[in-house]
């Protein structure tokens, strides 16, 4: 595969991230520095924990070089990773990238102890399907800004959204065996790149 994606590797299952990435043929790389992101036409964000993921990245001088990259290459956030992208969030005193027109409110499931595994509804490149989503300790997107796009939904509630070529997830789907979203990711990536 002729691109190379960027797992962000300060929080986070970001192993689980890579390895999704080598089932796919594709060799990832850990991102530490914003001389490592340099070399990287797409860029993993993972969960954990949003505030502590805010404060690594500014730590690691990567704040500013992470948004100056999503506003060129393909950003992928899941979880914590969708909630630093998100436009605003909601009820909490928080910075963000603003990289996607969404509003997010966090733990908006409750506790860890409330987090579930099911079914997410997906349409993808005008193809409907099913993947399993995790979620742990997930946020919900409460608002959505007129260019985005819904590419999953969980009952009523959007799980999975695009704007441009950031794409943004409130479960985990590295915590699967299904390849389905890190596959589309790769695909906008491989797109985005093919474009200059």
Known sequence: MDVTIGVLALQGDYEKHLQMLQRLGCGGRLVYTAADLQACDGLIVPGGESTTLILLMKKHGLWEPIRDFARRRPYFGTCAGCIVAARS????????LDLIDIAVERNAYGRQVDSFIDEVQIVLNGQYGVCEGVFIRAPKIRALGEGVQ??????RDVVLAQQKHVLVSTFHPELTDDPTIH??????VQHRKAAG
């Open 89 to 96: 969030v909601l009820g909490h005193e928080q910075e963000s």
């Open 183 to 188: 596959r589309y990711f790769l695909d906008l």
């Open 150 to 155: 819904t590419l999953g939904k969980h009952g």
